[in-house]
């Protein structure tokens, strides 16, 4: 797997954020049964720089957490057959990887978000970073079925990797 990374907040974490990306993204990729090595590009920027592609790409002029932008039009979630009928826009030429999208945080949000549900801020990079997952590989929530089940995968994968609320680190 390749995660790409770029920090442009300024903001210091204290755990790597390419290694917990990269633990939470497999595990994700794993438990969805994607069978191709993948690539994903993540940035992370503050609250105006998140605005700003909220703005620009989804038309809402608002803060938000995590933004994702899937490279795959999926028909199911998780369905990757699909990347196969779309080779050339689908899988990175030099590496063969399936090319999976783009992630954008906002570390502002990460930081809020972490002190007001009261866990550690790997956790909430991590909880983030499983939500980009599941709508890279095609999920959604805008019912409340599909949010209940994002939300039960999302938990599922960081228990699995023991990145829970009440570890703190």
Known sequence: MTIHV???SGRDFP???SEIAALVAEEIL???NCPYESEINILITDN???????RQYRKLD?????????????ETPAGFEVAEKMQADCFQPDSGELILGDIILSAD??????????HSLRREYAFLVAHSMLHLCGYDHMEAE????MERRQEQALERLKITRDIKD
């Open 15 to 17: 755990f790597g954020l």
């Open 146 to 149: 599909e949010a209940a089940d």
């Open 109 to 118: 949000r990460i930081t809020a978000q972490a002190e007001e549900y009261g």
């Open 48 to 54: 105006e720089g998140i605005r700003e592609y909220n």
């Open 6 to 8: 770029e920090n442009e």
């Open 30 to 32: 794993r438990e969805e």
């Open 62 to 74: 608002t803060e938000t957490d995590v933004l994702s932008f899937p490279n795959i039009p999926f």
